[in-house]
Nanobody
Framework: QVQLVESGGGLVQAGASLRLSCAYS????????LAWFRQAPGKEREFVLAIQWREGSGGFTYYADSVKDRFDVSRDNGKNTVYLHMNSLKSEDTALYYC??????????????????WGQGTQVTVSS
């Protein structure tokens, strides 16, 4: 059974950077689709970005407009970890950030329903 564990959240000031980690364990796949979502209090879960990757053929990355040019993603397959690099953080980035995964690529990569594996979330708080 695949498990996802997020870490790296914390309290930072506006303009700072933060790196979140999503470590996956259990069965490994030659390809996957992994996304970051976030949910602020009183708001719906929001898509942040997604990465689709397949061994031998590379992959694609998709960004929400709200984080484009500020957030990026990288992966370390040797460590079974995907990182979310967040730069120029704003107070509106404050949320509980979730890592979500699927062994299949999906054109609806920005929908939570496309993912069947979720982490427990890590809190990011940006003070203005």
């Amino acid at each position: 059974q695949v498990q996802l564990v997020e870490s790296g959240g914390g309290l930072v000031q506006a303009g700072a950077s933060l790196r979140l980690s999503c470590a996956y364990s259990g069965r490994t796949f030659s390809g996957y689709q992994l996304a970051w979502f976030r949910q602020a209090p009183g708001k719906e879960r929001e898509f942040v970005l997604a990465i689709q990757w397949r061994e031998g053929s590379g992959g694609f990355t998709y960004y929400a407009d709200s984080v484009k040019d500020r957030f990026d993603v990288s992966r370390d397959n040797g460590k079974n970890t995907v990182y979310l690099h967040m730069n120029s953080l704003k107070s509106e980035d404050t949320a509980l950030y979730y890592c979500a995964g699927s062994s299949e690529w999906d054109s609806d990569y920005d929908r939570a329903s496309s993912y069947n594996i979720w982490g427990q979330g890590t809190q990011v708080t940006v003070s203005s």
